[in-house]
């Protein structure tokens, strides 16, 4: 946790800059970044389902061109 408290005399504006500058030094910020657009690993289930309907989608495409149908 980040701390700033005000100084004698010091401007809300002052006291603003002085925590926004320890926060990017901190790396917080790019910390939240990476977990906000992290992507979760899918199981290794839906990997094999996934794998298997790819396969059988390009057959499927194989078989009508051979047809003419596509």
Excluded: P
Aim: charged share 50%.
């Amino acid at each position: 946790m980040i701390e700033v408290k005000k100084k004698e005399g010091e401007s809300a504006n002052a006291l603003l800059f002085r925590f926004t500058k320890k926060v990017k030094r901190s790396g917080i910020l790019r910390e939240a970044k990476k977990r906000r657009f992290r992507r979760r690993s899918v199981s290794r289930q839906k990997k094999r389902v996934s794998a298997h309907h790819r396969e059988k989608k390009k057959k499927e495409i194989a078989r009508l061109r051979k047809l003419g149908l596509l």
